[in-house]
């Protein structure tokens, strides 16, 4: 389609009602085919004095150039000029005897493709063969350009409805997740609460025998409703429709709410529960309700193990590095290496979820990995044969720098040649304009890193991109979601993190443009791109 | 005279087993099984307060939440919302829509008690000691 002859000019049509004019162009154009076409045979020269039979006579094989004159009898040349350029065969020029601007002017504004003055031709061929040349190498960019509009075009409309579609699956999914949910928790509740009623003497007196039965009841109706969590859980996580409400909160308050939870559980094994935040612990940046299913699922998967009469303990305390670990400790019979090594296999496998959940460990620990990590936390684990066992979660500290390292150690596991994260960091008084950038090549020097910095503002852009189009659609979403979500109350933070997604190479341009984006709140100047 | 706690919820099993609770603990129930007649019985007898499903046929909980805003008589009546969908999104939902506490199903009765008390003012309280 680029080849060479596709370049060529193989026609020229001549519109002219004096003959005269008509053979002195004809001879003209003789003197420089070279010029019109440098690489190739010399345009055919068709001459019409009347544009009717012009317009009739218009080839369709290969570009035409016309070249018409403007005072003709069968009509001014302003009137065929748009007629001929709409034939489309090729670039239409006018021609007149005197040079006059306003006549130049309605020529571009009818659609020639230039303007040319008669002596000018004669006294100057060469020059007049440079002008058809270009008229025609222009043309041609024209077409291709149209071409390549309306493609794009096509594929933002393609790409419109394939989002749109997977928007709809997502929905239809959600709800079903929803519908499951609330058509195993309303007879869980009447299970669960006409049991309750009767065991607490409301219905007439109970005999310690019947009292007994009714715990059982209770517990399996406790233990029914955690499989249903998990259940829920799995199916959020393997549709990916897991939404995390990040924001500062206190450990104690996760604990004190993950409590009562544990309590039931643990009394009907008979295990006691201590739990323990220890001093200077910091309040962290997490979602909450995550980070309690976290908690309740190492503690429940401890009190299956812990003989009767013994105590679970859960504390926390702040690491080292900084962050918040919260500690599960059984006073179980422990793992050897052995059985350490398969548990933290099989909680590491994301299908884990997917597969048959078996008693003990299966389910809830594989949710709680996914569920921290999500947290930009890790699971850990410590045992001793015959010594009980230690589950631990990490969280991390309501704190930009512990934020952002989490943010991005969570997105390197997805096989980061590429991904990229959008992270807006507003000025913060824990960062120095210029610290930020090499700090985040120093906590990550995986990551092909795109900072974009206003030391006023610190907005941060970390972008590696794909293919243009499918990533201009993730920014629109992500700068979407950050609009729509922007009237909730400013978090106490500096941090606020906007999207992730996988991808592989670097495009600098839409990194400053999302930053653009994310400045003005609105998604309005992506449309530029492209 | 008894405080008044209108339940609203399509799950008759859900109703008795609350209503068997809350005449225990000393209110006066009153149900309806959906949200068209929770805002029937609501305008009739001005209950102390209201125990509201979300998810119904007709009225959603949120519809009623919004409803009873509009209403001059009913807009302080403090209601619990007891649902079945516990996420974030649900509960905020339900606190924009006016939702005076959250209790997500499979619930505890002694929380929902509990609740009650709490948005209760201190007249209905006491009338609840006595």
Known sequence: ?530 | MKPCILLVDDEPRIIAALRIRLEEAGFEVRAASNGEQGLELAQQHRPAAMVLDLRMPGLTGFEVCEALQQDEALRRMPVIVLSANGDENTRRRAFDAGASDFLPKPYNSLDVLASLRAVLGVEARSRLAS
């Open chain 1, 1 to 530: 389609m680029h080849g060479e002859n596709s370049q060529l000019v193989r026609w020229i049509v001549l519109v002219d009602d004096d003959d005269l004019h008509l053979r002195l162009l004809s001879r003209q154009l003789q003197l420089v085919p070279e010029i019109i076409n440098p690489r190739g045979p010399a345009p055919k020269v068709m001459s019409f004095s009347d544009p009717r039979e012009a317009m009739e006579s218009l080839p369709s094989d290969g570009l035409c150039l016309v070249l018409c004159d403007y005072e003709m009898p069968a009509g001014n040349g302003l009137e065929w000029l748009p007629k001929f350029v709409h034939a489309g065969v090729g670039p239409v020029m006018l021609m007149t005897s005197q040079g006059s601007e306003q006549i130049a002017a309605k020529a571009f504004r009818a659609g020639a493709a230039d303007y040319m003055i008669k002596d000018e031709i004669v006294s100057d061929p060469a020059r007049f063969g440079q002008m058809l040349h270009e008229a025609a190498r222009r043309y041609r960019l024209e077409v291709i350009n149209r071409q390549l509009k309306s493609q794009l075009k096509q594929m933002t409309r393609d790409l419109a409805q394939r989002n749109h579609r997977l928007v709809e699956l997502s929905e239809t999914a959600h709800r079903f997740v929803d519908d499951v949910a609330h058509d195993f928790r309303t007879p869980l509740t009447i299970v669960q609460e006409y049991a309750s009623i009767i065991d607490e003497g409301l219905q007439g007196p109970v005999t310690e025998e019947q009292h007994r039965d009714l715990q059982v009841i209770l517990a399996a109706a406790s233990e029914m409703t955690y499989m249903v969590e998990d259940f829920l859980d799995s199916s959020r996580l393997r549709i990916q429709s897991v939404r995390m409400d990040r924001c500062a909160v206190d450990v104690a308050s996760i604990i004190d709410s993950a409590e009562e939870m544990i309590r039931v559980q643990a009394q009907s094994q008979n295990v006691s529960v201590q739990t323990k935040v220890h001093e200077h612990v910091p309040n962290i940046y997490a979602d909450a309700g995550k980070a309690r299913r976290v908690l309740v699922n190492l503690a429940v998967n401890a009190i299956k193990v812990s003989p009767a009469g013994t105590t679970l303990r859960i504390e926390a305390h702040k690491r080292p590095d900084g962050d918040v670990e919260i500690e599960v400790i059984d006073q179980g019979p422990g793992l050897d290496a052995d059985q350490q090594k398969r548990i933290f296999n099989r909680f590491e496998q994301v299908d884990v979820v997917t597969a048959h959940s078996s008693k003990g460990v299966g389910l809830g620990l594989s949710i709680a990995t996914q569920l921290a990590r999500l947290n930009f936390g890790r699971l850990g684990l410590q045992s001793e044969s015959g010594r009980g066992s230690t589950f631990s979660f990490t969280l991390p500290a309501n704190d930009p720098k512990r934020i952002v390292c989490g943010y991005l150690h969570s997105i390197l596991p997805m096989g980061l040649e590429g991904a990229a994260a959008a992270i807006r960091i507003t000025a913060g008084k824990n960062w120095e304009p210029g610290e930020l950038r090499s700090w985040l090549a120093s906590v990550s020097p995986a990551v092909d890193l795109i900072v974009e910095q206003d030391a006023a503002r610190s907005v941060i852009m970390l972008g590696i991109w794909a293919e243009p189009a499918e990533r201009v659609n993730q920014i629109q979403q992500a700068a979407a979601h950050r609009a729509k979500h922007r009237r909730r109350p400013a978090d106490p933070i500096d941090v606020e993190l906007i999207d992730q997604w996988p991808g592989q190479a670097a495009i600098a341009k839409l990194a400053r443009v999302l930053c653009e984006c994310l400045e003005r709140n609105t998604c309005e100047t992506m449309h530029s791109i492209g």
